[in-house]
C-alpha cells in the first residue's frame, strides 16, 4: 500500500493570510489528485497533475507536483472564509485500480 | 445531471443484520469503488471495479462483499454487520483512465452514514 502523508493535519487561520498544505510519499506516481470535502458531502475533485514540476493555478489555489513525481503541495493566497473545508490528496497505483488517499488537512478559515 | 447516488443516506442497523448499500451512476464510467471514512483516517479503499463482472479488493475489504452485474450499479452488501463497521460510505466513479493518468478523476457520491449497534 502506498502512503500519502498530508501536513499539517489542522490548520487554522484568519482571512486573507496565506497558507500551504503538503502531501509526500516514497513512491513515484503517475498522477496526483487535490480534493476538497465539505461537511456532509463527498470530495470534489480540485486539480489533477500529471508532470513532475507541474504548476497548475486554479483562481486562488496553486497547486504543484514535486520533480520526482513523489510529493505535491497545495498554496492557497489570501484566504476566504469559504474555502474552509478537508482537503484531500489521492494517488493511484500503476495498474490505476487500487488508490490511496491522504489523511487529509482540515482547513478553519477565519472572518 | 451527471452524479452517483447512494441509498440510503442514513442506516442505522444492529449487529448481524445483512444490508446493502447502493450505488448508481449515469456517466457510462467503467470504474467504480467504494470507499469508507473514518475521523483521522481518511478514505480507505474497500473494493473497486475496472469494468462489469470485474472486481478486486481495496486495503480493508475485510466483511464487506460487492458484485458488478451492470456498469452503472456497484452495490456494497455487509453479509453480518459489526460495531466497527460503523462509518461513512462513498461511492465513486471515473473513466477506465488515459494516458499519462488523465481521465483519473473520480465522482463521488453524497455519503451514506451507517452505524451498527
Known amino acids: 500500500t502506498q502512503l500519502l502523508e498530508q501536513s499539517p493535519q489542522f490548520l487554522s487561520i484568519q482571512e486573507g493570510e496565506n497558507l500551504t498544505v503538503y502531501c509526500n510519499s516514497s513512491s513515484v506516481f503517475s498522477s496526483l489528485q487535490w480534493y476538497r470535502q465539505e461537511p456532509g458531502e463527498g470530495p470534489v475533485l480540485l486539480v489533477t497533475?500529471?508532470?513532475?514540476?507541474e504548476v497548475k493555478k486554479l483562481k486562488r489555489l496553486t497547486f504543484q507536483f514535486g520533480d520526482a513525481r513523489k510529493d505535491s503541495s497545495l498554496h492557497i493566497t489570501a484566504a476566504q472564509p469559504g474555502d474552509t473545508g478537508l482537503y484531500l490528496c489521492?494517488?493511484?497505483?500503476?495498474?490505476?485500480?487500487?488508490?490511496?488517499f491522504g489523511d487529509g488537512t482540515t482547513l478553519t478559515v477565519k472572518p | 445531471e451527471a452524479q452517483v447516488t447512494q441509498n440510503p443516506r442514513y442506516l442505522i442497523t444492529v449487529t448481524g443484520k445483512k444490508l446493502t448499500v447502493t450505488c448508481s451512476q449515469n456517466?457510462?464510467?467503467?470504474?467504480m469503488s467504494w470507499y469508507r471514512q473514518d475521523p483521522g483516517l481518511g478514505l480507505r479503499q474497500i473494493y473497486y471495479?475496472?469494468?462489469?463482472?470485474?472486481?478486486d479488493k481495496g486495503d480493508v475489504p475485510e466483511g464487506y462483499k460487492v458484485s458488478r452485474k451492470e456498469k452503472r450499479n456497484f452495490p456494497l452488501i455487509l453479509e453480518s454487520p459489526s460495531p466497527n463497521q460503523t462509518s461513512l460510505y462513498f461511492c465513486a466513479s471515473r473513466l477506465r483512465g488515459g494516458q499519462g493518468g488523465v481521465g483519473y478523476e473520480q465522482y463521488f457520491g453524497p455519503g451514506t452514514r451507517l452505524t451498527v449497534t
Open positions: 489521492a494517488a493511484f497505483n500503476t495498474n490505476a485500480g487500487k488508490s490511496t
Open positions: 471495479s475496472m469494468n462489469v463482472e470485474v472486481t
Open positions: 456517466m457510462n464510467h467503467e470504474y
Open positions: 497533475v500529471v508532470t513532475g514540476g
